[in-house]
């Protein structure tokens, strides 16, 4: 009866706690938002925007990894991520006119687990 009792009281607590500690230690993954703005503060549609990483490391997307992520911004002038690890990457925009460089700009990414990256890029 001892024994019932004591696995009763001592040890079912231990293992239901030890479950629940281990469950919530998962790393919530960091995203970024990317806004492209031209001299007027006025979000620009179609603008190219490259993510890359540093010589030799790579992208952890949350679908995939990769060394480059070339995207197109929405009519808002942005473009969402979403990452799997704390990171820094490069951040470059190019807009074209008749398939010429028109406008550029450069930001960086800072990932922080569990954090959104709000960057605005101003293209000149």
């Given at each position: 009866m001892k024994a019932i009792l004591s696995l009763i009281f001592v040890w079912l607590p231990v293992f239901f706690s030890i479950g629940l500690f281990s469950t919530s230690c998962k790393p919530i993954p960091p995203?970024?938002?990317?806004?492209?703005?031209?001299e007027n503060n006025?979000?620009?549609?179609?603008a190219e925007v490259t993510v890359r990483a540093d010589e030799g490391r790579v992208i952890y997307?949350?679908?995939?990894?990769t060394t480059t992520n070339v995207q197109l911004t929405n009519a808002a002038g942005q473009i969402s991520y979403k990452f799997r690890y704390e990171a820094i990457y490069n951040v470059s925009v190019k807009t074209y006119k008749q398939s010429h460089l028109d406008k550029q700009g450069?930001?960086?990414f800072i990932l922080k687990e569990g954090k959104t990256c709000n960057e605005i890029i101003k293209l000149r």
């Open positions: 995203t970024a938002v990317v806004t492209i703005l031209n006025e979000p620009i549609e179609g997307l949350a679908d995939g990894m450069k930001g960086v």
